[in-house]
């Protein structure tokens, strides 16, 4: 069987946008419109949840802090994900941090507003349900595979997976813009580390690196190095 990046890199499309109409226009009454600059918080981990929010345009990471002060991105964000929803309905904080890691649109509904849309929206309970679902099942198969690879290999899985998040909405080529810090610390290894695997990636010619940037060449070598 052959790769599936779609068992480890799930796009959403706009929840809200799915619905019928009836309930979408119920919905659209109490949203939102905001933007936030790069490197701002949406959300803090710890933080009660003020909300539910709809990337409508830029990047998000999901990073968790640890009691040693050691930051893992979990997961990005990118248009149409939503977010923050999970821990209104188990009534819980925040157990996790979002940060824009560019300027970035989103609609934002507020938590008792989306509370009552979720009471009166059965099509609303579904549609999360199956984001959950999908969310659920991407975070188990990566953290399995986490365990089980290479530092090499997180690194081509997780250039696959940066591919596909920073392609561009048009076609063409993907441009993966996020700094060494971010990087390493979604695949979980030193940043010299990164930096020197990286390099050795650039010399095989299977990514080229512009400046902080970095494209991907070729997709078949890096699928090599996972299988």
Not at 8 to 24: G, M, N, R, T, V
Not at 157 to 171: F, H, S
């Amino acid at each position: 069987m052959g790769f599936e990046l779609k068992k480890y890199y799930y796009k959403s499309q706009d929840i809200f946008a799915q619905l019928p109409e009836a309930e979408s226009a119920l919905i659209r009454k109490s949203i939102l419109q905001k933007t936030i600059k790069k490197k701002k918080l949406i959300f803090k981990q710890g933080s009660h949840p003020a909300g539910v929010y709809v990337l409508s345009s830029g990047k998000v990471k999901l990073f968790q802090i640890s009691s040693d002060e050691k930051e893992t991105v979990i997961y990005f964000y990118t248009a149409g994900d939503i977010m923050g929803y999970r821990p209104i309905i188990c009534n819980e904080s925040h157990p996790l941090s979002a940060e824009a890691l560019e300027d970035c649109t989103y609609s934002f509904t507020p938590r008792a507003a989306f509370l009552r849309m979720l009471s009166a929206s059965p099509s609303l309970s579904n549609l999360l349900l199956e984001n959950l679902g999908h969310e659920f099942s991407v975070w188990v198969n990566n953290m399995s595979l986490f365990a089980s690879q290479s530092v090499k290999e997180r690194i081509a899985m997780a250039l696959i997976k940066l591919n596909e998040i920073y392609k561009p909405e048009g076609g063409g080529q993907s441009l993966i813009r996020l700094s060494r810090s971010d990087f390493s610390a979604y695949v979980g290894t030193a940043n010299e580390t990164l930096v020197r695997l990286l390099g050795d990636f650039k010399r095989k010619k299977i990514i080229a690196i512009q400046g902080k940037n970095i494209r991907v060449l070729q997709m078949d070598a890096l699928l090599d190095i996972i299988s």
